[in-house]
């Protein structure tokens, strides 16, 4: 049915693709709702509470004598923001196109495909670009550049972040890295020594996989392989990775659907005009082009958590503490 011109209706069964598409991101390399999951909420822009790190470790006398009451914290909430903008793509599936191709492709099904490439590639710079920013978070050197494979000791490396976290109160509980860090890992000797000693078994394969790596550094790992079109338009095309593979990065990440109070390195907060769907597609038809337009669209805000004071100025980072940003791990 074709929807009424230049008015738009959702598409509840492109939606279920969508959710599909989505599930299936982070085995495709789009890693962005894992570090920075979503938090769903009722208002475009609002305060959110941070707790400070003071407040959660604070020792306090929990004896209670008899007769009196129980000791009492005055520890105080302070206030993040968060404004959530909207983001989108239309793709047009042009009538005639449609029919002539009706029996080999489904048209609507790839102008999704394409709207959710665009959508999904765009928040997933975003978030890149803030999460492997050192100065945004605590940071070291690599000891010896991780592809020299030879003499590196990523472990070590990623063992003295974990120790500086720690410090901080913060349990890392996620090391995020890209593609072609991981095929440097794999051929680091210290790293190949140490597989093959706890999986005999790869020693005989020559295999070593995400799996073998993760139980070697003992941090899951979140492989973030989604490229990019580096060249200008009409040029031909020069696909990079999106994760640069210059840093690491040590994450504290919160589980989906936790309290927004949970330490995390950052968050997505999704607002979708009060829909709890990650992304919202709409239909509708454009009469001088003869086209029905799909449209993926969604309302976020990729927010790194800090609390501030009435100027202003940052009164708590609590993402900084969250990451750790392991830089000089590949030679220039």
């Known amino acids: 049915m ?40 009722a208002t475009q822009s609002a305060d959110f509470p941070v707790l400070p790190a003071a407040a959660a470790f604070n020792v306090e006398n929990v004896h209670r004598a008899s007769g009196s009451g129980y000791s009492r914290s005055s520890e105080i909430f302070e206030a993040g923001y968060y404004s959530c903008r909207e983001r989108g793509h239309e ?18 099904a790839a102008a999704l495909d394409l709207c959710m490439g665009k959508v999904l590639r765009a928040y997933e710079v975003e978030v890149a670009g803030k999460i492997t920013k050192a100065s945004n978070f605590l940071n070291s050197g690599a000891s010896v550049k991780w592809d020299v494979s030879a003499t590196a000791d990523p472990k070590a490396d990623i063992d003295a972040a974990r120790e500086i976290g720690r410090k901080k109160g913060i349990v890392y509980n996620r090391l995020v890295i890209s593609w072609p860090t991981y095929l440097n890992l794999i051929k680091v000797k210290k790293v190949i020594d140490a597989v093959t000693y706890i999986f005999p078994d790869t020693k005989r394969t020559g295999t070593i996989g995400l799996t073998h790596l993760e139980a070697y550094l003992d941090i899951p790992i979140v492989l973030a392989g989604a490229l990019a079109n580096g060249a200008k338009r009409g040029k031909n095309p020069d696909l990079q990775d999106i994760w640069p593979d210059t ?56 927010r790194l958590l800090k609390s501030y004071d009435e100027d202003g100025n940052i009164k708590t980072d609590i993402s900084r503490n969250c990451g750790h940003v392991i830089t000089g791990i590949k030679t220039s």
């Open 2 to 41: 074709i929807p009424n011109s230049g008015k738009a209706r959702l598409r509840p069964d492109l939606a279920v693709m969508v959710h599909e598409t989505m599930t299936g991101a982070p085995a495709k390399g789009f890693v962005a709702s894992v570090i920075a999951p979503y938090f769903p909420v």
């Open 91 to 108: 793709q047009p599936v042009d009538d005639r196109f449609k029919a002539i191709y009706r029996s080999v492709v489904d048209m609507d």
């Open 247 to 302: 840093v690491a990065v040590l994450a504290r990440v919160a589980d989906a659907g936790s309290d927004i109070t949970e330490p995390s390195i950052a968050r997505t907060f999704l607002w979708n005009e009060g829909s709890t769907s990650e992304l919202i597609v709409e239909e509708y038809y454009e009469e001088q082009t003869r086209s029905s337009i799909i449209r993926v669209r969604h309302d976020i805000d990729v």
